[in-house]
């Protein structure tokens, strides 16, 4: 009995869970506004010191070891609040490059892919780097690799650059401050 | 009305199945059963399962034993088929970007195996009667199918999500009839595995009366051509043009 009351529980939630996904999509299609209104800027400078393993070092030599667990905490809280803005930029930048890659002008199809691929590695890597973000949470003398983020998200500019120049050479798609 | 073998009963249970046939055969004459290769095996099956299944329940000298005998084994070759289809799917959703095919691939085969183990622990708390073995294991398979098509699935639905993957439209809606039919079949099994509503033709008419609004949906899908949306560029943002050509620089080095 209790099986069969999970069962269905289980089955009405993935139910409404697909359903719900569906119509979010269907809206989405319908939509015909660009999505680059969603991009939240962010300030690579400040998440490449946050990411920089030299500087907690740093702090790991110089502060003590209570006072330093609850700076890292912190500091990985903050590096969490950019990643996840970095990953939901890069789910932007997928639709943005999906609107784009149906072009018949060669160069921006060809752009956009470039764009569709690099979003989809960042967007993968920022949901790694987050889950590796929350371990290192729990634990917190373990190191923290979330350079290779930065790195991707950096190509990732380019790329969203390079598309708004071809799409419309007076202005281009921005994804950070700096 | 909602009696075993009432005129509603009988509807339910061909009309579905006759669309499926339909279905494969407008798929064949259209060339498409190469490019939905999972799909059409799959409404071709339902065809002729329903073609074996019906005349062996209506003719007078067949034991009900041989029946659910021939329907545990149809049972077993439609998973078969089933999880053909879902391939198809993953690789239909993934398979076109670089970036995440050994990311549907990986997430196929450590999500189906989580839920063959899931399938298998709940399955094994199902009671069957040891005197008529074959109505319990049909239960019992299908209990189990449904919880892992249900579960790759949602799978699907939510990584494409999580991607902001396009879909194509045929294998959205293959994908959105599918989850459906899943998630409403997993629960009227569980019921009936777990031998709730023993006797009633309930859950028979929910299960049929879901697959026939499906098969309409995928007429829908795959025969009625997409609306074109227009699309237009909103508003770019503002630009700081010596960073991003520092940008564009290093990304044309590369």
């Known amino acids: ?178 | 009305m909602f009696q075993r073998h009432s005129f509603l009963w009988h509807y339910l249970w061909v009309a579905p199945d006759l669309l499926f046939g339909v279905l494969a055969i407008i798929l064949w004459k259209k060339g498409w059963h190469k490019k939905l290769r999972g799909f059409f095996f799959y409404a071709g099956f339902q065809a002729i399962q329903c073609a074996v299944l019906f005349p062996l329940d209506h003719v007078e000298g067949i034991s009900g034993r041989t029946y659910w005998r021939v329907y545990l084994a149809s049972e077993l070759l439609e998973a078969v088929v089933v999880f053909v289809l879902i391939s198809d799917l993953f690789a239909d959703v993934f398979g076109s970007y670089a970036a995440l095919a050994r990311v549907g691939k990986l997430l196929i085969r450590w999500a189906g195996g989580l839920l063959v183990i899931v399938a298998t622990v709940v399955t094994a708390f199902a009671p069957i009667d040891r005197r008529f073995w074959t109505y319990g294991a049909v239960n019992v398979v299908q209990e189990a199918m449904y919880i892992i098509v249900s579960g790759l699935m949602l799978l699907l639905f939510a990584s494409a999500a999580y991607f902001s993957l396009a879909w194509k439209r045929t294998t959205f809606g293959i994908a959105l009839g599918l989850g459906i039919t899943g998630c409403v079949h997993l629960a009227t099994w569980g019921l009936g595995a777990n031998g709730l509503f023993k006797g009633s033709t309930f859950l028979d008419m929910v299960d049929m009366a879901t697959t026939h609004v499906v098969v309409l949906m995928w007429f829908y899908y795959l025969l009625v051509p997409a609306r074109v949306v227009a699309r237009t560029e909103g508003a770019p943002l503002d630009n700081n043009l010596a960073v991003w050509n520092r940008e564009l620089e290093r990304l044309l080095q590369q």
């Open chain 1, 1 to 178: 009995m209790i099986i069969a009351i999970l069962l269905v529980a289980a089955a009405a939630l993935s139910l409404v869970a697909i359903v719900g996904i569906a119509i979010a999509r269907s809206l989405q299609v319908s939509g015909a506004a660009s999505p680059t209104g969603q991009i939240r800027l962010l300030d690579v400078e400040a998440f490449r010191n946050l990411a920089d393993p030299a500087e907690e070092d740093y702090l790991r030599h110089r502060l003590p070891a209570s006072e330093f667990r609850k700076v890292r905490k912190a500091r990985l809280r903050a590096l969490a609040g950019y990643v996840q803005t970095a990953g939901k930029n890069a789910a932007v930048l997928v639709r943005v490059g999906q609107n784009a890659v149906a072009s018949s002008n060669t160069a921006t199809a060809d752009a956009a892919r470039q764009l569709i691929e690099q979003a989809l590695l960042l967007r993968r890597n920022a949901a790694l780097v987050l889950l590796r973000i929350y371990v290192d949470r729990v634990w917190p003398n373990s190191d923290l690799a979330a350079a290779p983020i930065l790195d991707r998200y950096n190509r990732l500019s380019g790329a969203a650059m390079l598309l708004g120049r071809l799409q419309n050479p007076a202005e281009a798609v921005r994804i950070s401050v700096r």
